[in-house]
């Protein structure tokens, strides 16, 4: 992975140092909250509903040990012994104290981390591909060109007070595992005309209230090329995105209202007059940064048919929390976060530790973090699986529920977030107490269930193939339900299926949606989502509000 | 009297703002100077949020200040009006930043090519002027005069 030099160590020094200060000031009373305000937040600090929210950067989602360990120590030293992994890559922790944040922001520089544009109207942090550099279907390596962006974002002079929050994610497979096409910017790795690789663009997707799917800018664009022509996209966006209306200032409004041709257009335009200033990345340069990210020293191994041992639960861990690898002998293992009964995507201390051990012992000392907010082992050799396995299940980190219906995306919800209009971790113990049985999950097959709090859509619940949104509904917590989203593949928005339902009815709602499923899907090999698409909401609509409780 | 950051020393203006009665020179709006309001000599002109900075290029020649305003604290059109003027546009002349800035915003600022500052009415010019040397690195290339970081070739072209 990329590894920082003295550049970056001063860079950061002196960027804790200024956060410092500026907290000194605002203690002091010599920085009003209205100044304070943009100062902290792009320090990654919120403050919510119980205390500040410090969220903390892991750029495209990639964590050696000892950062993990780090994490592990920040949780118990300035918080209460757990973080929350989130759907952009990030971890959070909810229960920091104001003044102790540039001691946590300086721990973390100690480990190359920090908390730069986790939040505030600028460029965010970038994600990537869960499985770069291990997929079959990958053409190339998304995360030297995400550390690229990483580097040239970060403080970016011109791009600091944007409209609103922006967003790239950059993939090089075939299938999209990062969510890119609901992003504020889309790169993809794809061959040109000549053959040779370079990036399709795309911009204007985004979540929130107006969810939309990104529109191609530019079918290729040489790679040396890609950080002048992110500029010309973010000046236009600057320059015009509105300011007026929080609601309406993201990139995809301003797409949505110039329409993609003339956005395009004024891009292009931007990217001619801005030529002889545009960053222009040489290959000697692109060429180091891809050194960074070369495979590890794999052993030359058999590839193995099943784990060796014949235990049901290894064999169940196996079948749904491991997936091929592109080196024979190989496997990635995926650490579900998801354990029934707790918060999804929270990890205590302990956890953190642990698997710093097993990471540093079984695959090469990485950890990665994937947006549906497990962590994954990337390398590891079948051989390793039973001893891995019998050593992530004391620790409640086996859950074999990867894909399943209660591997939830969720975000804090009600109980942490000031934004949010509803719970949604009761929700997800809900569904986890009335989807315990496992052999009923399996035979569900894939289904993503995506869960947000509130509009914002932090929990991506328009591109679940459940989505579940929370609202207010005269102070009651009620819960809307969409069917037939997906991030990838054919990405879809879903399609709300009528009125809210209370709380206490989201399990049975979705009880009675799985039964839909069950009874129509053509056979066992047709997903939830491939059912969906077929028949429609139409039937699962009729079943939920059906005034026979029976059903249910 | 409105008191000015540049180098060498925070001095105190002698241009007359839109509206202002006086002496000094009078600073025009962007729209009275395209619609031939100037007279002879040095031009100074006030550039608003939404104003399109490359129409000032025929004026190249004549033109000594660019106020660009920000008018609420996190407008950041500024910068990339800031960024076109110094960099598309040529102007090398004072270009000022006025309005809802605080210490905090002088470095990035500078970065994209101001060199005069005109910060809200609380700050300390003294203290605030140290805010440039508050980075020693960068990432990006800088159109500014007034910090010359190093950058990191390694990783962006500049």
């Known amino acids: ?552 | 009297m409105r008191l000015i950051l540049r180098r060498p020393e925070p001095a105190a203006d002698v241009w007359r703002y839109p509206g202002e009665a006086g002496s000094g020179p009078q600073v025009l709006t962007l729209a009275e100077l395209t619609a031939g309001a100037a007279a002879a000599g040095a031009l100074g002109v006030l550039i608003g949020p939404t104003d399109d900075v490359r129409l000032l290029a025929p004026y190249l020649g004549r033109l000594t200040l660019v106020v660009v305003q920000f008018e609420k604290l996190g407008d950041g059109r500024g910068y990339s009006q800031a960024q076109v003027l110094r960099q598309q546009v040529g102007y090398r002349g004072e270009l000022r930043a006025s309005g809802a800035l605080k210490r905090d915003h002088m470095y990035l600022l500078a970065r994209c090519g101001f060199d005069a500052f005109e910060l809200d009415p609380s700050e300390d010019g003294q203290g605030a002027w140290a805010q440039l040397e508050r980075f020693s690195v960068a990432y990006q290339a800088s159109s500014g005069t007034l910090v010359h970081p190093h950058l990191k070739g390694a990783a962006l072209g500049s």
């Open chain 1, 1 to 552: 992975m990329y590894a920082y030099d003295q550049f970056d160590r001063t860079f950061l020094a002196e960027r804790v140092a200024e956060f410092r200060e500026q907290t000194r000031r605002f203690l002091a009373g010599e920085l009003s909250e209205d100044e304070f305000r943009p100062l902290r937040l792009r320090n990654g600090l919120y403050i919510q509903t119980h205390a500040p929210m410090l969220r903390v950067a892991i750029p495209y989602g990639l964590l050696a040990t000892r950062q993990l360990r780090m994490l592990a120590h920040i949780a118990r030293r300035f918080d209460r012994g757990y973080g929350h992994f989130s759907t952009r890559q990030n971890i959070q922790y909810n229960w920091p104290k104001l003044a102790e944040v540039p001691d946590i922001l300086e721990a973390l520089a100690s480990v190359e981390m920090h908390a730069i544009q986790t939040s505030g109207n600028c460029i965010r942090n970038v994600t990537a591909d869960h499985l770069a550099g291990v997929a079959a279907d990958e053409l190339e390596d998304p995360r030297p060109w995400c550390e690229l962006i990483r580097q040239w974002s970060t403080l970016h002079p011109e791009f600091y007070y944007l409209p609103r929050k922006f967003k790239i994610a950059v993939t090089g497979a075939s299938t999209d595992r990062a969510a890119s096409e609901v992003h504020d910017v889309g790169v993809h790795l794809v061959r040109g005309p000549a053959g040779e690789v370079g990036f399709e663009i795309l911009a204007g997707g985004g979540l929130g209230r107006m969810p939309v799917i990104g529109k191609r800018i530019r079918a290729w664009l040489p790679k040396p090329e890609l950080l002048g022509y992110l500029e010309a996209i973010l000046r236009v966006y600057n320059r015009h995105g509105r300011r007026d209306n929080i609601h309406k200032a993201r990139i995809k409004v301003l797409v949505k209202a110039l329409g993609v041709e003339e956005f395009t257009r004024q891009v292009e335009a931007e990217y001619a007059a801005s030529a002889a200033w545009a960053p222009r990345l040489e290959e000697a340069q692109i060429a180091r940064m891809q050194a960074c990210f070369a495979p590890p020293a794999y052993l030359s191994l058999p590839d193995l048919a099943a784990p060796l041992g014949v235990s049901a639960a290894l064999l169940a861990w196996y079948r749904h929390n491991s997936r091929a690898h592109k080196i024979a002998g190989y496997r990635v293992v995926f650490v579900s976060l998801k354990k029934h009964g707790e918060a999804p995507g929270d990890m205590s201390a302990e956890q953190m530790d642990a698997l710093a051990e097993l990471a540093d012992r079984y695959s090469f000392g990485q950890v990665r973090v994937t947006h549906d907010q497990n962590l994954v082992l990337a390398d590891v050799a079948q051989h390793d699986l039973a001893a891995l396995h019998a050593a992530l299940e004391p620790l409640g980190l086996a859950t074999p529920n990867i894909g399943t219906l209660t591997d939830m995306i969720c975000c804090p919800g009600l109980d942490f977030c000031s934004l949010a209009n509803a719970g949604s971790i009761d929700i997800a113990k809900q569904i986890h107490e009335r989807f315990n049985d496992f052999d009923y999950l399996y035979d569900l097959g894939e289904i993503q269930v995506k869960m947000s709090g509130c509009m914002n859509a932090c929990g991506h619940h328009h591109v679940g193939h459940i989505g579940i949104l929370g609202v207010d509904k005269h102070g009651e917590e009620w819960y809307q339900i969409t069917l037939g989203g997906s991030a990838s593949g054919r990405v879809a928005l879903g399609e709300v299926i009528g009125p809210s339902v209370p709380k206490l009815q989201v399990a049975a709602t979705l009880a009675r949606i799985l039964a839909v499923y069950v009874e129509r899907r053509e056979d066992a090999a047709e997903s939830f989502l491939e059912t969906v698409r077929r028949i429609g909401v139409g039937p699962f609509k009729e079943r939920v509000y059906a005034t026979d409780t029976e059903a249910a």
